[in-house]
Each structure stands twice: as structure tokens, then as C-alpha cells.
């Protein structure tokens, strides 16, 4: 066990020693943790003072005690370092629980980690005519772009035409979009699908 012991105007006895490190070994397994240990033991004008401080690994925890007896000092600091290290460990916990939820969360809610590959699976009646199929996630909120408007009226017949004259307009204008009114005045959009066909919208 790493203790490093300074005494002012103050001898430091085995029985202290002993009495320090035993304890010591009762922090030591409520925090689990090695950790190094600074004590220091004075005497000013009759008082006894005690400071013990350990350094776990996040941040030091220092017990302070002062008495007409240094054993007694020693105790009572050792005793406040115990319920810090009590403290520390409930704290910490908590912090890892927390932090072990919102993983769980994240996932639930399809963020997965970048680096985890999406997982596979198999269809098929038996081993031999299973087809893998890769199964991806998507994300709970579905990203968004920024909506860029452009007025254009090359979409648009100014007069009313048949629906065969619309079809040669929309085709030499180039538009997979085109606005018309048939001769009875009735509104209708030409809509080129991604197989190329026209598709007629009459409008209500």
C-alpha cells in the first residue's frame, strides 16, 4: 500500500500507521480502486490535526479531523473519507447507468454506432436457396434539405390546347411537368414518370 506520511512537530508512530492502513483497506474496497494516499499529522498549540488525502481516479477526496488526541484525529478524518468514498461510488454508478440508458436509447431509436456494420440475415426455405439480406437501419429523424423555389412558366401553356398538342408541347420544352387547359377549360397536368410514360392529372 502507497502512503506517503509527514508529520509536523509531530512523531509518526507504528500504531498510527497501522491504524491508517487498515482502514485504508476498507476504503480501498468500497471504491475498488488503487489509489495513493498523502498523510499529514501536526500538533499546534495541543491540537491534533489530521489530513488523509486519497486520489481515486476522478479527483482527490480529503478527510480532515482535529482532536486532543492524534489517534482520535486520525480516526474522525478516516471516518469522513469513508462516507466520501461511499459518495463517490454511488455518484459514479449513477453516472455509468445513466450513460449505459442513453446508449440503449440511442439505439432503440435506430442510431446505431458508425463503426457497427448493419446485420445480416437470410431468406429462403432452407440453407441452400437462402439469399442474404442486408438489413439497414434508418435513422429516427429523417434528414432534410433546404428547399430552393424557382419561378418558370415554360411549364405552363398560356392558351388552351388538346391533350395531344400538350404532349408535343411538354416534350419539345422539355418538361417532365406541364400545365394546360383543355378546349372546354377544364385544368390538366402532364407528368412524365421515371419509366418515361405520360401520365394525365386532371385537376378537380
Given amino acids: 500500500m502507497n502512503v506517503e506520511y509527514t508529520g509536523r512537530h509531530y512523531e509518526i508512530t507504528p500504531a498510527i500507521r497501522k491504524e ?13 480502486d488503487k489509489f495513493e494516499t498523502k498523510v499529514i499529522l501536526a500538533v499546534e498549540k495541543h491540537r491534533h490535526k489530521a489530513e488523509i488525502t ?30 466520501q468514498a461511499l459518495k463517490y461510488k454511488t455518484k459514479w454508478e449513477a453516472k455509468k447507468r445513466l ?14 454506432a458508425e463503426s457497427e456494420t448493419a446485420p445480416q440475415a437470410a431468406v429462403g426455405f432452407t440453407e441452400k436457396t437462402a439469399v442474404p439480406v442486408a438489413v439497414h437501419r434508418y ?9 430552393h423555389l424557382v419561378r418558370t412558366s415554360d411549364a405552363v401553356a398560356l392558351r388552351p390546347m388538346t391533350l395531344e398538342e400538350a404532349i408535343k408541347e411538354a416534350h419539345f ?24 410514360k405520360m401520365e394525365l392529372i386532371e385537376a378537380p
Avoid at 491508517?20 to 475498488?32: A, P
Avoid at 484525529?73 to 469513508?82: D, K, Q, R, S, T
Avoid at 435513422?139 to 428547399?147: D, I, K, L, N, W
Avoid at 420544352?173 to 418515361?196: E, N, S
Fill in 20 to 32: 491508517v492502513e487498515t482502514r485504508l483497506t476498507k476504503i480501498r474496497k468500497i471504491l475498488g
Fill in 54 to 83: 486519497i486520489s481515486p481516479r476522478n479527483g482527490p477526496l480529503v478527510g480532515l479531523a482535529q482532536a486532543k488526541d492524534m489517534t482520535v484525529a486520525v480516526n474522525e478524518a478516516l471516518e469522513h473519507l469513508e462516507k
Fill in 99 to 112: 450513460a449505459r440508458k442513453s446508449e440503449e436509447v440511442k439505439k432503440w431509436n435506430g442510431h446505431a
Fill in 139 to 147: 435513422p429516427a429523424v429523417a434528414r432534410t434539405t433546404e428547399v
Fill in 173 to 196: 420544352r422539355d418538361r417532365d411537368v406541364f400545365v394546360f387547359r383543355d378546349p372546354k377549360g377544364k385544368l390538366m397536368i402532364l407528368h412524365r414518370t421515371r419509366d418515361g
